[in-house]
């Protein structure tokens, strides 16, 4: 199996600018993470998806951010408008059960917002 | 709110020699408890983890333990070598959400 993919794997963008990340997970796994990365912070959950419905999306910081996940192979998570604050290195990790679990994480999109 | 606390942040050993990684969690509720290896430029990957009903686990050089009265858990590495090099991530979780420690940087001198 491929892993959890991830692209891009690097993104510069401008403030004010839309980004999209995508994620398409292990195929059979239906539970789909959305993590952010950074120094300050450490690894937080954004968004948890079970069976490609949104369960917890109390991490996401603000309303610049969602997520959405049209089937059980794709998912996406947009900055809409994004800051330099956004910058960070965001995972998406899926689970072939919600619980007790590995979570397979993909190797990350590292985003840097000027 | 749940936390997990993991020390040391940094640790240099001499390759050949032990590391020990602890951490400390808040949430009574938690019951899996897993330890990621995260190389540079890479995803987090699952080394070990333990379940609230196991006190130790051991898998060849990588061991895990959990005192779940004192809320404490440690990851011990035998006979380290320079591959073990990488951050180390401990975390506490029940149903879907894991809390992650804010890791511990391994050097193995060689």
């Known amino acids: 199996d491929a892993g959890v993919i991830q692209s891009p794997r690097h993104e510069v963008t401008e403030m004010g600018q839309e980004v999209t990340l995508r994620c398409k997970p292990i195929s059979g796994h239906n539970s789909l993470f959305w993590y952010r990365q950074t120094m300050m912070r450490g690894l937080e959950l954004l968004i948890y998806f079970n069976n490609n419905v949104p369960i917890d999306d109390s991490g996401m910081p603000e309303d610049r951010f969602s997520a959405k996940m049209p089937n059980a192979s794709f998912s996406t998570l947009k900055i809409q408008p994004s800051e330099p604050r956004d910058s960070a290195v965001y995972f998406c990790?899926?689970?072939?059960?919600?619980?007790?679990?590995?979570?397979?994480f993909g190797p990350g999109t590292r985003l840097t917002v000027t | 709110g749940e936390n997990v606390e993991q020390h040391p942040s940094t640790l240099s050993v001499q390759e050949g020699d032990s590391a020990v990684i602890k951490c400390t969690y808040s949430d009574s509720a938690s019951n899996y408890f897993p330890w990621y290896k995260q190389e540079l430029g890479k995803g987090p990957q699952l080394i070990i983890d333990?379940?609230?009903?196991?006190g130790e686990k051991k898998d060849q050089r990588i061991a895990v333990t959990l005192n779940k009265t004192a809320k404490h858990f440690s990851l011990h590495i035998t006979e380290t070598q320079p591959e073990d090099s990488a951050v180390y991530f401990c975390a506490a979780g029940g149903t879907y959400k894991y809390i992650f420690g804010t890791g511990t940087r391994l050097k193995v001198l060689a």
């Open positions: 990790a899926s689970s072939p059960v919600a619980g007790y679990y590995e979570q397979y």
């Open positions: 333990i379940r609230s009903n196991v």
